[in-house]
Structures are given as C-alpha cells and as structure tokens.
C-alpha cells in the first residue's frame, strides 16, 4: 500500500480553503487544484509499505504522538515551490515551522531504524495546488496578495494515510491515529 504520515485538518478548515481555492480560479491557471478533503500537513512520505511494516509503524507513530503536545498552529503566508519564477507548487505556510519539524525530525530517526530512508527536507504547509504552466501567474500573484491568512488549527494527532491513486486523484484512508499530548 502507499503510505504517508500527516497531520491532518478540521473540517471548518477545509470549507475556508475551498473558498480561497475557488477565489484564486478566477485567475485560469494551468493546475491541478488538491482537493480540500485532501489537504493536510505530511511529516513523512513513507511510498510503497508492505502490510508485515504496519505493526511497526504504528507502535513508532504511537511512541512519537506521545512525545508531544497539541499544537495551535496558524496559516502565514502563501507561496511557491521552488520559488514564485518556477512555480510548480502553490501552498500555504504555517506556523509552528520548528516544532512541527522536530515531529518530523523524530519520525525520520525512528523510521529510518526500520528501514525507511531519511529526507531531511520538511517543511510545513499545505498544498493547494499543482501547477503545469505559468501563464497568469501574475494574476494568481495578485489575488493572493488580496486574501488575509487567519485561520488556525489545532494540531492534536498524528495520522497514518493510504493513499490510493485514481484517475480523478488520489483517495485518502485513516490507517491510524496517535494523539498528541493535550
């Protein structure tokens, strides 16, 4: 099965980003809208898992939630991945960047103990988009720069996804859930 680790979002949440991603498809960008459904924070990207693994993976997700407390986190910025000349990815940042990843941090260390490589690249946010081609991109630009971030969340659990890939996107299924420390 294909696997990741994330912390995942209310649902009030994710009517707010389904508002702003239909305010920014004013702007006809060649992309791939996520759904909002799907939208959330990965701390790791495990790929192909064999079901013999999920035991382990769990008892590791289970010790990590342990470790920590809940977290308010707030959306802050919006932006793009590599960078707004090359857009590819258009996401929104968030706060509690270092605890966040030292979730991640820890996650990678036990992980990488049952065989899974490290990455070391994490960063938090949520993808909102995929983006193909970056004409209009001055007009997505300038509407982001309208929209105010001030929504927060708390982040109160760890969660094991399977993601089946389908033609009309990816469906997303609870494996399980650690919470975190109140």
Not at 3 to 8: D, E, G, L, N, Y
Not at 19 to 30: F, M, T, V
Not at 57 to 65: E, F, L, N
């Amino acid at each position: 099965m294909r696997a990741f680790i994330a912390v995942s979002l209310p649902s009030a949440l994710k009517a707010r980003l389904t508002q702003i991603q239909n305010d920014l498809k004013g702007c006809d960008i060649a992309c791939k809208w996520v759904n909002p459904e799907n939208i959330h924070i990965t701390l790791k990207f495990l790929g192909e898992i064999k079901d013999e693994r999920l035991e382990s993976i769990k008892k590791i997700i289970s010790t990590v939630g342990a470790k920590f407390k809940s977290l308010q986190v707030t959306f802050n910025n919006f932006g793009f991945f590599p960078n707004p000349k090359r857009p590819r990815v258009l996401f929104i940042g968030t706060s509690k960047e270092e605890e966040l990843r030292t979730i991640s941090g820890v996650l990678e260390d036990k992980l990488e103990t049952i065989g899974f490589k490290k990455e070391f690249k994490f960063r938090s946010h949520l993808t909102l988009a995929r983006i193909k081609d970056s004409k209009n991109i001055d007009c997505l630009i300038n509407k982001l720069n309208t929209i105010k971030l001030e929504e927060e969340f708390i982040a109160s659990a760890i969660t094991l996804y399977k993601s089946t890939l389908t033609k009309s996107g990816p469906i997303y299924e609870v494996i399980f859930k650690s919470n975190l420390t109140a």
